[in-house]
């Protein structure tokens, strides 16, 4: 790996962040707060919240088995995902590479921060080879993405491949894990001490049932850390998100129930799709959706929408004409799914 200052952009390397009350005064236990021109009244609304989450972060530690100082929590993944353009993606000039199709943001973050964004196409059983993603990088590519299990196509990318770019790639390796939890394979957080230019995202959003609250994660080194948190909002994670992700982080067993569920009725639901006679063929998947390819998914989906059962259409995304991206749902909202289909002219 490059050094991180190499890699950092300049005015974000020698950037003197804004420091709050809240910040400044983390100390002995204090009684009467003066220091941040907040209302005495309204308790506990009238506070600012913990800049950088601490409680959640040590929960989250626990579960992970990832130190404090090698977490950083965000506005939904997103905010993760934004901060390797503004942190290390220097605008018309720097670049990343990313395995295509996948997820939209990273593509949409880099036309915002004026990146260039280069794709690797996925092979016929949606991997790609580390030499492909390599050969895509110049002296100016800063990241590359990978998702895995990839979204939208639902498949793990392979791990030693995934391995093989680390190791070779001099810039930064981001790693999407959003669905790690519905997938057999480990998540990538092992890796960390070992390799200091990986980043490794996951969310509250997906299997911890909490997308309305935006909680997203980065895991990386320490230094990578430091530099998401010198460029995000002070306040970031509001009050309510951090007591309401601490809650849920406090049961995991339910979460553990829900996934469990929701693994058994992707398997049903799979299966009922492959007899499906307007359905030509389910991809495997290791998240909490697949990817169906139909005679006619325009025709399906519309079908759908008039029976009030939205499914997401991926048919102009590229190496997925035709397909459907069906999210597990519940027993009854799958059971309705199925047999509007099984009604369908
Ligand atoms: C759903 C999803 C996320 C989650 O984004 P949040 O902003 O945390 O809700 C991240 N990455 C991928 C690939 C996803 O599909």
Redesign the pocket.
Same mark, same amino acid.
């Given at each position: 790996m490059k050094n991180l200052k190499d890699l950092t952009r300049p005015n974000i390397w020698s950037l003197a962040p804004y420091s709050s009350a809240r910040n400044e005064y983390s100390g002995h236990i204090a009684r009467v707060f003066l220091d941040a021109n907040e209302n005495p009244y309204n308790n506990p609304y009238n506070r600012y919240p913990d800049p950088l989450q601490q409680e959640v972060k040590e929960r989250i530690s626990q579960i992970k088995h990832v130190p404090t100082e090698c977490i950083f929590l965000g506005n939904?993944?997103?905010?993760a995902?934004d901060l390797v353009y503004r942190c290390f993606c220097e605008p018309k000039k720097d670049n990343v590479v990313a395995i295509e199709p996948?997820?939209g943001?990273y593509r949409v973050c880099a036309d915002i921060n004026d990146v260039e964004y280069r794709t690797v196409l996925l092979d016929e059983n949606f991997q790609v080879r580390a030499e492909s993603l390599l050969d895509a990088c110049d002296e100016n590519t800063k990241a590359i993405w990978i998702?895995s299990p990839?979204?939208p196509t639902g498949n793990r990318i392979n791990r030693e491949e995934i391995i093989k770019v680390i190791e070779n790639f001099q810039g930064l390796v981001v790693v999407?894990e #959003?669905?790690i939890d519905f997938s057999q394979e480990e998540s990538m957080t092992k890796h960390l001490p070992a390799c200091p230019n990986l980043i490794v +995202?996951q969310? +509250?959003?997906?299997a911890w049932g909490s #997308?309305a609250i935006?909680?997203?994660m980065a895991f990386a080194g320490k230094d990578i850390i430091d530099i998401y948190n010198k460029v995000k909002y002070p306040y970031n994670l509001n009050y309510l998100t951090q007591k309401q992700a601490l809650e849920r982080l406090n049961n995991t067993f339910e979460v553990e129930q829900w996934v469990k569920l929701l693994l058994q009725e992707r398997r049903q639901l799979m299966e009922a799709f492959s007899l499906l006679p307007i359905c030509r063929k389910v991809y495997p998947t290791d998240a909490n959706f697949f990817l169906a390819e139909m005679d006619d998914a325009q025709k399906t989906y519309d079908y759908l929408v008039g029976k009030g059962v939205i499914v997401r259409n991926r048919t102009r995304i590229t190496l997925c004409h035709n397909c459907l991206r069906i999210t597990v749902g519940t027993k009854d909202e799958n059971s309705e799914l199925l047999s509007a289909l099984r009604t369908m002219e």
């Amino acid at each position: 790996m490059k050094n991180l200052k190499d890699l950092t952009r300049p005015n974000i390397w020698s950037l003197a962040p804004y420091s709050s009350a809240r910040n400044e005064y983390s100390g002995h236990i204090a009684r009467v707060f003066l220091d941040a021109n907040e209302n005495p009244y309204n308790n506990p609304y009238n506070r600012y919240p913990d800049p950088l989450q601490q409680e959640v972060k040590e929960r989250i530690s626990q579960i992970k088995h990832v130190p404090t100082e090698c977490i950083f929590l965000g506005n939904g993944s997103d905010e993760a995902i934004d901060l390797v353009y503004r942190c290390f993606c220097e605008p018309k000039k720097d670049n990343v590479v990313a395995i295509e199709p996948t997820y939209g943001m990273y593509r949409v973050c880099a036309d915002i921060n004026d990146v260039e964004y280069r794709t690797v196409l996925l092979d016929e059983n949606f991997q790609v080879r580390a030499e492909s993603l390599l050969d895509a990088c110049d002296e100016n590519t800063k990241a590359i993405w990978i998702c895995s299990p990839n979204n939208p196509t639902g498949n793990r990318i392979n791990r030693e491949e995934i391995i093989k770019v680390i190791e070779n790639f001099q810039g930064l390796v981001v790693v999407d894990e #959003a669905y790690i939890d519905f997938s057999q394979e480990e998540s990538m957080t092992k890796h960390l001490p070992a390799c200091p230019n990986l980043i490794v +995202l996951q969310t +509250l959003s997906k299997a911890w049932g909490s #997308a309305a609250i935006r909680c997203g994660m980065a895991f990386a080194g320490k230094d990578i850390i430091d530099i998401y948190n010198k460029v995000k909002y002070p306040y970031n994670l509001n009050y309510l998100t951090q007591k309401q992700a601490l809650e849920r982080l406090n049961n995991t067993f339910e979460v553990e129930q829900w996934v469990k569920l929701l693994l058994q009725e992707r398997r049903q639901l799979m299966e009922a799709f492959s007899l499906l006679p307007i359905c030509r063929k389910v991809y495997p998947t290791d998240a909490n959706f697949f990817l169906a390819e139909m005679d006619d998914a325009q025709k399906t989906y519309d079908y759908l929408v008039g029976k009030g059962v939205i499914v997401r259409n991926r048919t102009r995304i590229t190496l997925c004409h035709n397909c459907l991206r069906i999210t597990v749902g519940t027993k009854d909202e799958n059971s309705e799914l199925l047999s509007a289909l099984r009604t369908m002219e």
